[in-house]
Structures are given as structure tokens and as C-alpha cells.
């Protein structure tokens, strides 16, 4: 059974950092591109981040981008999003998610979520 | 870039069809067949339920289609049950190495 456990989540003050974790299970995690989806509370889906099967490439959405740090660590089947500068507006609920076999334009798996809150 | 465009609210009786609508641009939606849905229920992570435009998940029941005309993408839930009362996204691949959401459907059944 496909299995994403998101944590790291809390709350932080403005201008603060925090990592973010997903540990995986039930599927070859290395065979997998993954990414970062959010929502703010009361809001729609936002995607975040991907990164490649091997971790050699990564994107960011705009919003994020010089802040935001996508990693992977294949051997310990864990996907990580290190999150520094942080603003008001990053507070939400902050998922990880697997992509459809060969891609990672679709989700077919997603993790609980972890809270980030930001604010003083 | 935007988020894709979606009614706040849609709704329907029980055994009733229900079509909900994501509308982009020619840069996302009508350029390409990554259309996908998601349903998401109160408090729990999102499901996906349609992706590439028709196609259905191993396990989503076939009352759930898919269909893209142009820059507009549409969700059809026929036979409406009360389990499928939830909020509905879409999300396209808007070029770049870059995909966006709808802002979200609150589907209501009656």
C-alpha cells in the first residue's frame, strides 16, 4: 500500500525557516518524480515544487523560487522541502505528493499534509 | 500565471448529472492534454479522479468523466450519490515546467 507521511510542519515567526518532510512507502520510490503541493486555509491547491526521480532536476513555482529548497534522499525514501525566508502568505497546509507513473503533471498519491503557520 | 477559472458552486440531486467547468487559456488548458481532477472531502488530502484530459485511476467509478473543447476543460458526474458532495479542482501543465490549479469547485448535492 502506497503510503506519504508529511511532517516538519508548525508554526515559525516571518522571515524564519523550516524543513519539511515525506516519508514514502509501498512503491520504488527512486522510479517516482515528487512534488510539494499547498493550500492555504480556506483556499484552492497551489503547486509548489518538483524534483526529478533521481533529484538531479528541480522546478519552483515563481511564488517560491530563491526560497524554496526541493531535496530527496532515494535511500531513506524521503522527500524534503527546506523552506526559508518565510512569509505571512506561505501559511498552509503543505503536501507532498507522487506522480502518475512517467510523469509528474498528476498526483495519483498524496501525503496527509503538515500545517506551516508564519506568523509573529 | 493565473489559476484556471472554476464556479465557486455547482449542485445537483441524487441520480442527477452535474458538469462542472475549468477554463484556461491557450497557454495551459488548450495547449495541452494534462487536464486533470481532483475531489477533495473536508479536512482530507485531495484525490485524483480524472488525469490527461479522460482518462480515470484504476478504482474511480466511470460516473466520473472528462472531456476538453478548446481552452475550457469539464467534469461530468453522472448519477449523483452523497459521497460525491465535496470540493473539486482541476489543474493543467501551463508550459515552462509550471502547473496551476482551479480555484475549486464546492459541489453540493441536494
Known amino acids: 500500500e502506497v503510503q506519504l507521511l508529511d511532517s516538519g510542519g508548525g508554526l515559525v515567526q516571518p522571515g524564519g525557516s523550516l524543513r519539511l518532510s515525506c516519508a514514502a512507502s509501498?512503491?520504488?520510490?527512486?522510479?517516482?518524480?515528487m512534488s510539494w503541493v499547498r493550500q492555504a486555509p480556506g483556499k484552492g491547491l497551489e503547486w509548489v515544487s518538483r524534483?526529478?526521480?533521481?533529484?538531479?532536476?528541480?522546478y519552483y513555482a515563481d511564488f517560491v523560487k530563491g526560497r524554496f529548497t526541493i531535496s530527496r534522499d532515494n535511500s531513506q525514501n524521503t522527500l524534503y522541502l527546506q523552506m526559508n525566508s518565510l512569509r505571512a502568505e506561505d501559511t498552509a497546509v503543505y503536501y507532498c505528493?507522487?506522480?502518475?507513473?512517467?510523469?509528474?503533471?498528476?498526483?495519483?498519491?498524496w501525503g496527509q499534509g503538515t500545517l506551516v503557520t508564519v506568523s509573529s | 500565471q493565473s489559476a484556471l477559472t472554476q464556479p465557486p458552486s455547482a449542485s445537483g440531486s441524487p441520480g442527477q448529472s452535474v458538469t462542472i467547468s475549468c477554463t484556461g487559456t491557450?497557454?495551459?488548458?488548450?495547449?495541452?492534454?494534462?487536464v486533470s481532477w481532483y475531489q477533495q472531502h473536508p479536512g482530507k488530502a485531495p484525490k485524483l479522479i480524472i488525469y490527461?484530459?479522460?482518462k480515470r485511476p484504476s478504482g474511480v467509478p466511470d460516473r466520473f468523466s472528462g472531456s476538453k473543447s478548446g481552452n475550457t476543460a469539464s467534469l461530468t458526474v453522472s448519477g449523483l450519490q452523497a459521497e460525491d458532495e465535496a470540493d473539486y479542482y482541476c489543474?493543467?501543465?501551463?508550459?515552462?515546467?509550471?502547473?496551476?490549479f482551479g480555484g475549486g469547485t464546492k459541489l453540493t448535492v441536494l
Open positions: 505528493a507522487k506522480g502518475v507513473a512517467g510523469g509528474w503533471l498528476q498526483f495519483d498519491y
Open positions: 509501498g512503491f520504488t520510490f527512486n522510479n517516482y518524480a
Open positions: 524534483i526529478s526521480s533521481s533529484g538531479g532536476s528541480t
Open positions: 491557450s497557454s495551459d488548458v488548450g495547449g495541452y492534454y494534462y
Open positions: 490527461e484530459v479522460t
Open positions: 489543474s493543467s501543465y501551463a508550459g515552462s515546467n509550471n502547473l496551476i
